[in-house]
């Protein structure tokens, strides 16, 4: 008999393609952790939102798996911020729709599917396992936005699931902070998809040197203090670019791949010709700009974990991260990578000009940083270790 497992995605779903609103880390990792335990003979079903109105409400994924979409009451995109008022009509319909008792495990991610697996304990007898993805908590410490009524949840979330599964030791010492120690917490990273993990053959015409930046256009992933720290480097360097990966429509022009935003504008007056801005990139696309990049640079103010870092160093590409978050965990200073104080440009600058300088201190990282991400970031290794916490075994990961 197959062993039937539920995720409760809310405003995740595993299959809406990437790029596309409120689409980034949590679906993926909901997408291939469930692929990767499907190859181990569970039977994986997603509860999410019906986000995507051209979707189907149910659809099969993997060799068993399948994707079971709710409105809860509103159909189409809701931004998440505005879901914790569906969640007690998506309560009714999922219950409704799936039977609860035929599954082994309930795994939530992010909190307003852990609001959901509070429900089902009032009501079902469930083995409850819950990924944060982000934490208030570490988004107040990161840029002082605090959510009173989300940190209120995740506690409660945290305290009554029977395992907490936590992506860093770093994010796993904030949860035990947090609920003071009644939380039954284990670490497992996250993967990256299998895409990085393989050579790259490189097709796309790219400069020869050049710093890398992976992500959204804004203020809290640091992009601004990476645009002050990079004006430094060109009245020292001739030939160094930056290349921008990522925006939306409303920060750059998906057609001319210009900033659009006067702040964005002003940001780079003066080096525009050394800044260059791709738009989103695709799996490929990324993989091989990470692998001809002298360093991605990750100037966040937080992050939970870091997907991007993770991503680079499968691709055999240092990193320069801020200390903050999962990044102190994810990037292993001076083997994979460098760490940088969060919102100084000035040091920043300071550290991309050392990599600069040592282009075999560069090949070193390199190298480390591929040898490290295959073991660590490896999905079906992951599953493996997911699996174990299904069983109540706990897991504490090798990231040091």
């Known amino acids: 008999m197959t062993r039937k497992i539920l995720f409760i995605s809310d405003h995740g779903d595993p299959l809406i393609p990437l790029g596309s609103s409120q689409a980034g ?3 993926n990792y909901v997408k291939h952790l469930a692929l990767s335990l499907d190859a181990l003979g569970f039977e ?39 879901m914790f008022e569906l969640l007690p009509t998506f309560y009714r319909q999922m219950c409704a729709t799936l039977a609860i008792e035929e599954y082994e495990v309930v795994h939530t991610h992010y909190w307003l599917s852990g609001v ?31 959510n009173i009524q989300r940190e209120h949840f995740e506690k409660t979330i945290m ?12 994010e796993k010492e904030l ?15 996250i993967g990256v998809a299998p895409t990085f993990l393989t050579p790259s053959s490189s097709t796309m015409s790219l400069p020869s040197s050049y710093y890398l930046y992976v992500g959204r256009l804004e203020e809290s992933k640091g992009i601004y203090d990476l645009f002050e720290a990079f004006r430094e480097l060109t009245a020292e360097d001739d030939e160094i670019q930056l290349l921008i990966a990522g925006g939306c429509e409303k920060t750059v022009n998906l057609t001319t791949y210009q900033p659009i935003t006067k702040k964005l504008q002003r940001a780079i007056r003066g080096i525009e010709h050394r800044v260059v801005f791709l738009g989103p990139q695709n799996e490929q696309q990324l993989k091989e ?23 680079a160093q499968a691709c055999g590409c240092p990193v320069i991260a801020t200390s903050v978050g999962g990044l102190q965990d994810i990037v292993q200073k001076g083997r994979t990578g460098l760490h940088t ?60």
Request: positive net charge.
């Open 25 to 27: 880390g949590q679906n």
């Open 159 to 170: 305290e009554k699931a029977d395992v907490v599964l936590a992506t860093t030791p770093n």
């Open 341 to 400: 104080p969060k919102e100084s440009a000035k040091k920043l600058a300071a550290r991309m000009r050392q990599l600069l300088a040592n282009r075999h201190y560069v090949a070193f990282m390199g190298r480390q940083a591929r040898n490290f991400a295959q073991r660590e970031f490896n999905w079906k290794r992951i599953a493996k270790q997911v699996q174990q916490l299904y069983k109540g075994a706990r897991y504490v990961s090798t990231i040091k």
């Open 44 to 82: 994986v079903h997603v509860a999410t939102h019906w986000s995507n109105e051209a979707a189907q409400e149910i659809e099969h994924f993997g060799e068993r798996s399948i994707v079971y979409r709710f409105t809860g009451g509103e159909k189409g995109f809701v931004p998440k911020d505005e």
């Open 175 to 189: 949860i035990t902070q947090f609920t003071k120690g009644k939380s039954d917490v284990s670490v497992v990273p």
């Open 289 to 311: 700009l990470y692998s001809a990049a002298l360093a991605t640079v990750m100037p966040s103010h937080y992050e939970s974990f870091g997907m991007v870092a993770a991503e």
């Open 116 to 146: 959901l697996a509070l429900m089902l304990q009032q009501q079902h007898s469930i083995y409850w396992v819950h990924t944060n993805h982000s934490l208030a908590i570490a988004k107040a410490k990161g840029t002082g936005e605090r």
